[in-house]
């Protein structure tokens, strides 16, 4: 059964600093893997998503790097903003997907960026 | 552009009645998801439907069905609803887009049971 963990479990950091969370997952047979932002009782936003083929993905002050092998995702948010406040989620969706197989999701990094 | 839609946002129901919750997917989404979120915690897979099929199933009750319907809008029913079925729903729809699976996700119906 896959696992995700994700760590740090909460993170506060001073505006403009660079950070990084963490992603793990116990079975690398994944097809892809995705990040999500999810505000404080609202819902899912995808930021970023990662096939199994893909090493890394940016999307402006974001980048997300997969290393299938040992079963790790890091997102980096670079110059971070109070905007960016938010409880961050890893999901990985395992192989087999064209039966709309399920993502699962780690526990998530609470971010809180100070001004 | 749209996105998956769901009904009602909120919803309070006492124990033991019954709760409707409906999603509406992107259009032309082959694919819909139900995940329960409890407090404090990451969002859990329930059920999937691919084609108006169920394809997939989680740690769903069996208190809860959900069927998916022609125009692909997808209805989760639950019944002899407990305290513990407090949580936040989401519906999420995806379509394989040039090699690519991505899920979009509902705004969420929060479920409070009193």
């Known amino acids: 059964k896959q696992e995700v963990t994700q760590i740090p479990a909460a993170l506060s950091v001073p505006e403009g600093e660079n950070l990084v969370l963490n992603c793990s997952f116990t079975?690398?047979?994944?097809?892809?893997l995705q990040w999500f932002r999810q505000d404080p009782g609202k819902g899912l936003t995808s930021l970023l998503l990662?096939?199994?083929?893909?090493r890394e993905q940016t999307s402006g002050r974001l980048n997300a790097s997969l290393d299938k092998s040992s079963g790790r995702s890091t997102l980096y948010i670079a110059a971070s903003q109070p905007g960016d406040s938010a409880t961050y989620l890893c999901?990985?969706?395992?192989?087999?997907?064209?039966?709309?197989?399920?993502?699962?999701f780690g526990e998530g990094t609470q971010l809180t960026v100070n001004p | 552009a749209a996105g998956v839609i769901q009904s009602p946002r909120h919803l309070i129901k006492e124990k033991r009645e019954t709760a409707t919750l409906k999603c509406y997917p992107i259009?032309?989404?082959?694919?819909v998801y139900w995940y329960q979120q409890g407090p404090g915690q990451d969002p859990q897979f329930l059920i999937s439907?691919?084609?108006?099929?169920?394809?997939d199933k989680g740690s769903i009750p069996d208190r809860f069905s959900a069927q998916q319907f022609s125009d692909y809008h997808s209805e989760l029913n639950m019944s002899s609803l407990e305290l513990g079925d407090s949580a936040l729903y989401f519906c999420?729809?995806?379509?394989?887009?040039?090699?690519?699976?991505?899920?979009?996700f509902g705004q969420g119906t929060r479920l409070t049971v009193v």
């Open positions: 999420a729809s995806s379509l394989r887009d040039r090699g690519i699976r991505r899920a979009f």
């Open positions: 079975d690398s047979a994944i097809y892809n």
């Open positions: 990662i096939q199994s083929s893909q």
């Open positions: 999901a990985v969706r395992e192989q087999g997907e064209t039966s709309g197989s399920r993502l699962t």
């Open positions: 259009p032309r989404h082959d694919t």
């Open positions: 439907f691919y084609e108006k099929m169920q394809s």
